[in-house]
């Protein structure tokens, strides 16, 4: 019994001091590299997988998403281009799953590139993809979700679909069912 109760203990100890994120690429990185969830010292906390621009591409090329820019570009750094680099890979995810459920033709007009509103769950931080109007989007998102004012609507699995002047601004907390 005393056996039972020390490895019970050793393993909630582990689990709690346990944070470890691993990119598709396969590379471990700890939670110095994601500014949205560094953990306070001695405590657990969620982390998300951060994709480069590459991998995230690769992916959004095997649903058929596409994507964009002003400037014809993909620097992070450069407001007119549509970067990926740093995305969230629930993310990516989250486009794919909204890709398949509507069978509409997504284009992705902005990522993680500077220019977008700052907050926790923006652009920059990986959270927030601008895809293209279509009406085809835009009959599935407001005959499919939630109309939670301010020219919102909320998805089954909580992610924010507003209709801007001129494209859909998306934050995915989740990846919508993948």
Same mark, same amino acid.
């Given at each position: 019994m005393r056996v039972l109760a020390r490895a019970a203990a050793v393993l909630a100890a582990t689990a709690t001091s346990l944070l470890? &994120?691993?990119?598709?690429?396969?590379?471990?990185?700890?939670?110095?590299?994601?500014? &949205?969830?560094?953990?306070?010292? /001695?405590?657990? =906390?969620?982390? &998300?997988?951060?994709?480069?621009?590459?991998?995230?591409?690769?992916?959004?090329? =095997?649903?058929?998403? %596409? +994507?964009? =820019?002003? *400037?014809?570009?993909?620097d992070r750094t450069k407001p007119n281009c549509t970067s990926f680099e740093q995305v969230n890979l629930s993310t990516i995810q989250g486009a794919q799953t909204l890709k398949s459920a509507t069978g509409c033709a997504l284009n992705i007009t902005g990522g993680t590139e500077v220019g977008h509103a700052s907050g926790t769950y923006s652009h920059y931080n990986g959270y927030k993809l601008d895809f293209a109007l279509s009406s085809c989007l835009t009959n599935y998102i407001k005959g499919t979700? %939630?109309?939670? *004012?301010? $020219?919102? +609507?909320?998805? /089954?699995? *909580? $992610?924010?679909y507003f209709h801007e002047n001129d494209h859909w601004d998306v934050t995915y907390f989740n990846c919508g069912g993948c």
């Open positions: 470890l &994120v691993t990119s598709t690429a396969g590379a471990t990185t700890g939670p110095e590299h994601d500014p &949205v969830f560094a953990p306070a010292a /001695g405590t657990a =906390s969620a982390l &998300v997988t951060k994709l480069t621009h590459s991998q995230a591409t690769t992916r959004l090329r =095997s649903s058929g998403i %596409t +994507w964009s =820019s002003s *400037g014809g570009c993909s979700f %939630t109309s939670i *004012g301010g $020219n919102q +609507w909320r998805s /089954g699995s *909580g $992610n924010v």
